[in-house]
Structure formats: C-alpha cells, structure tokens
C-alpha cells in the first residue's frame, strides 16, 4: 500500500512521521512524506519520498514578535496571535499542495497544522495525530483550558470549546480550498468526529500519560514514535569528553533557543558547577567554551542521553521522549505551547522536580532543581523505572499495525 505523511513545524513535530514512514517502508509499503524543505535531507535519509509544503516553521521562533511574547507569557493564543500568518489564499495553497500528496494514497495521517488536509476533503481514507490529547474525556480537562470546580460536565465542554477554536483556524481556508474544488462548504465543526469516523493516533506511552477509559474506539495511545536512524560515529571529542570524568548534565533546548537566549545558558551553567558538575550544550548561542563544558550542535539523542546524569529541556514532545526513554531524570524550563503541560507531567510522575518556568525562571530555582535531582536517588529511579517501561512499547509498530487494519477496513 502507499501512504501519506503531512506534518509541518519544527523538528519535534517530523521526526516522529519520519519513524513512522520508516516503519512502514520496512514493512514494504510506499511512503510519502510531505512538510518543509528544512526537513528534505532527514525524509530522503530515511528512504522516504518527500513532497514540499511550502513554508518554514523554522521562521516562527526568528521573529523577533514571537520571542518577545513567548518571553512575556507561554499562552499559545497569545503567540499565536504575533506570529507571521499566511493569508486565506497561502494557506488554501498549502492544502493544495497537501491535497496533491494525497492523492494516491491508500491513507493519509496528517497532524495540528496540517489537518485541514482532512476537513478539506482529501478523497482518500485518512486519520490524525496529536502531540497532546484532543479527544474529549470527563477525566481531564481539555489542553490549555481554565482550571473551573465545575465537575465532570465542564471538563467535558472544554473540549468542545477547544475543538471549536481549532475548527475557527481552519475554516476559512478549508472553504476557499473546497471552493476551488467545486465543494460545498463545511459549515459545522467535523472535528468531533475524530477518533469515529477517523482515527487519532497519540504517539506517547500510555505508561506515560494513560488513555481514558471513556475514550472512542478509534483512539489510539500507541507508545512513542523513535527512528532508529542509521549507523552515525559520534563526534570522537564528545566521546572523549564523557570518558574525561563523571557523568555531566545536558542542556537541550531545540528550536526554542532563541526564545531562551544567553541567560538562560548562564544560569543553567552556574546550576550545574554548582552542583559540581560538567555540562553539554547542544545547540545554542555560540561563545566561549570552558573546560567544564561541552558544545555540540546536534546529536543523536538516543545515543547522548542514556550516557548522562539529568537532561535539561523545554519539556516539549519530542525531547520529552527521548529523556524518558533514555531511563535519566530531568529538570525543565517550559517557555511556551505543550512545554508547561508535558512539564507538570513529568513532575507527577517523580522524573522531575517541579517546573522552573522560563518566563519566571530565577538562579534560585534552577540551581535548587539541577541540585535536587543530581542529589535526590529517587529521580533517578523512578526515571530508570519509567525509561524500562516506555522502551518496552512498541510505538511504531503499533501505528503500523493500526494503519494495515484501516486501509483493510476501508477496502471491505
């Protein structure tokens, strides 16, 4: 069979797609994988055909507007609002793009900015992803909705309010795309019927954050999505440095170091001497590097991670992943999106000491952060403990799995 990946964003929302496309062609199946020309060289690496949706995601964290409001507040909303944003048109283009892509495919699996791919009408069978859970439940409020005493009935609407914000994102542009297509228009919000007549696919473990009992049947928590990638030699230096002494502590922060900039590198660099150890920076402003300290600016994550005593991060998706799959606990420092609801998580689980919010983050709490999970054994057993259970999932073959039963079901 073929099928079609859509993804667009930074490098933790296509990694995961790129594992998954590997896995699928490992089973013998025809994989496209559409999203921006920064990622061409990653989808070709992993033997995948890559189609281009125009744009960078890249871009979103350069302007100047959004680091200035990501320092202010981590409210997604309100970034959301001082982003560069393309017109109806540019967006209905996308999904041009998008729609072509899809085409001749068995299925189809987009995810967050590339669902409108499927409220359009791609003509083909199609499911979704998300990083964070979209399907309403009475056993959790929806992502980024009021805390309200309100019982079980208000925690339900939130996610009806949530998926009506995200229809009013899509539908202008969806309607001018079925426009051009000679379709109606799609006036009711179609994103309850995701997880019915669509499946949602949430690549975490469920030993991580388990699926509630009251979702829909074709909800699924199938274990994180990993790309084995092939064989790299680690930088020979790095190799040295880890040899040179005790474990160190890494501090990765992604896409998002513009936002946290050279203070935040100071202050974590004066936690970690602190508590008397060295550091690997990956990523990063460029400067001086001292000799406790290591700088590299990208690293195969699931063969740094296991080597090291705590990881510091933004608690975002992707490098929340490969932190609890490498069995190490970690400190975080959320700015913005998915960050502050990942790092809460991480904390009830006992991987991690409470959140040390960037927009608030003083030199106090990183250091009393950095001391306690270097010094408190607890961390580091349960992190261990959690790192056993998630390795032991078998994310891309479950998706796999689920996607074979579709295409099949479609065929019926």
Same mark, same amino acid.
């Given at each position: ?67 200035? &409001?990501?320092?202010?507040? $981590? ?49 083909? /069978?199609?499911?979704?992803? &998300?990083?964070?859970?979209?399907? /309403?439940? =009475? ?38 795309? =079925? ?14 019927? *995701?997880?019915? #007549?669509? $499946? ?20 699924? +928590? ?25 474990? $160190?502590?890494? *501090? ?26 060295? *550091? ?17 600016? #990208? +690293?195969?994550?699931?063969? *740094? ?19 609890? =799959? ?25 991987? &991690? ?60």
């Amino acid at each position: 069979m073929k099928v079609s990946l859509l993804t667009f964003g930074t490098r933790g929302d296509v990694h995961p797609f790129v594992a998954l496309g590997a896995g699928l062609k490992a089973r013998g199946h025809e994989v496209d994988l559409a999203t921006s020309t920064d990622f061409k060289a990653m989808v070709e690496e992993a033997g995948l055909n890559f189609r281009e949706i125009p744009g960078s995601g890249a871009d979103y964290f350069a302007a100047p507007a959004v680091i200035k &409001s990501i320092r202010k507040s $981590p409210s997604s909303i309100r970034t959301a609002m001082v982003m560069p944003r393309p017109t109806v048109d540019e967006v209905a283009d996308s999904l041009e793009k998008m729609y072509e892509a899809g085409q001749d495919a068995d299925f189809m699996l987009n995810n967050l900015i590339t669902r409108g791919s499927g409220y359009a009408g791609p003509g083909v /069978p199609w499911g979704t992803v &998300s990083w964070w859970p979209i399907t /309403p439940t =009475r056993e959790f409020r929806a992502y980024k909705t009021p805390d309200l005493p309100l019982g079980p009935a208000y925690t339900r609407f939130t996610h009806s309010m949530a998926a009506q914000l995200e229809w009013a994102f899509n539908r202008p542009a969806v309607n001018r795309f =079925r426009g051009r297509k000679g379709l109606p228009k799609v006036s009711k919000s179609p994103v309850g019927l *995701l997880g019915h #007549e669509q $499946p949602v696919f949430y690549p975490y473990s469920p030993h991580f954050l388990p699926p509630p009992a009251d979702w829909p049947e074709h909800t699924h +928590v199938t274990g994180y999505w990993y790309w084995q990638r092939p064989d790299r030699q680690p930088p020979a230096d790095l190799v040295d440095f880890l040899d040179s002494g005790s474990k $160190p502590i890494v *501090l990765a922060l992604g896409s998002a170091w513009p936002v946290y900039g050279e203070e935040t590198l100071a202050l974590v660099r004066d936690a970690v001497r602190h508590a008397k150890r060295r *550091l690997i920076v990956v990523g990063g402003p460029e400067g001086d590097r001292p000799d406790d300290e290591f700088r590299v600016q #990208e +690293v195969d994550y699931g063969w *740094l991670f296991p080597q090291v005593a705590a990881v510091i991060h933004g608690a975002t998706f992707g490098t929340t992943a490969d932190v609890l =799959r490498s069995g190490v606990p970690q400190v975080t420092v959320p700015c913005w999106a998915d960050g502050p609801y990942w790092a809460d998580r991480l904390a009830e689980l006992g991987v &991690s000491p409470a959140p040390v919010p960037f927009q608030k983050m003083t030199g106090e709490q990183v250091r009393a952060a950095v001391t306690a999970v270097v010094d408190d054994q607890r961390y580091t057993e349960r992190a261990a403990e959690l790192g056993t259970r998630v390795r032991a999932d078998r994310g891309v073959e479950t998706a796999c799995d689920l996607i074979e039963a579709w295409v099949r079901r479609a065929e019926a």
